[in-house]
């Protein structure tokens, strides 16, 4: 895990700015697991240059706020299926998104970064955790737990 913190201290380096945008279903087990991140990130991290939203189902509705903030960094997260065990966690470039079952969503994330792209010049990122199941369910399995736990803890630890 060591390997994506330094990742993240690489991309955020030098922000002016950045959206952390939390995508997930609270009502699909780990699939809340991205949202909750942005809840329990928000409750923590209180900068100016730092908006954090919980994106939910519809990201795509937050495009206007996002735009709206002119972030030089915006990261999404959001449950990926990867075939790793519970509570991987891994940055996910946007050629490899096609890869991955990410999302249990309206509209693909691919379609949300392709246009957060043409319409900010913010370098964008996607960190995915793995679920061990997104039925419905509303409670996260006890990995993806501590794997939210430890994000939160990086996230904040970057902005701070």
Do not use: W
Request: charged share 30%; hydrophobic share 40%.
């Amino acid at each position: 895990m060591k390997r994506l913190q330094l990742e993240l201290e690489r991309f955020v380096k030098n922000y002016k700015k950045i959206v952390v945008l939390g995508i997930g279903n609270q009502l699909r087990g780990d699939d809340y697991s991205g949202s909750l991140v942005a809840v329990k990130l928000g409750q923590e991290c209180r900068k100016d240059n730092v908006v954090i939203v919980d994106g939910g189902t519809v990201p795509e509705n937050f495009t206007g706020l996002v735009r709206k903030e002119t972030p030089s960094h915006i990261i999404l997260i959001d449950a990926a299926d990867m075939g790793k065990k519970p509570g991987y966690i891994r940055l996910i470039e946007k050629e490899e998104i096609s890869r991955y079952n990410i999302s249990t969503h309206a509209m693909p994330l691919s379609f949300l970064i392709k246009y957060l792209e043409q319409t900010t010049s913010a370098r964008i990122i996607l960190i995915g955790i793995q679920p061990d199941g997104m039925e419905l369910d509303n409670t996260l399995s006890e990995e993806v737990k501590k794997s939210v736990e430890y994000l939160v803890d990086i996230l904040k630890d970057l902005f701070n």
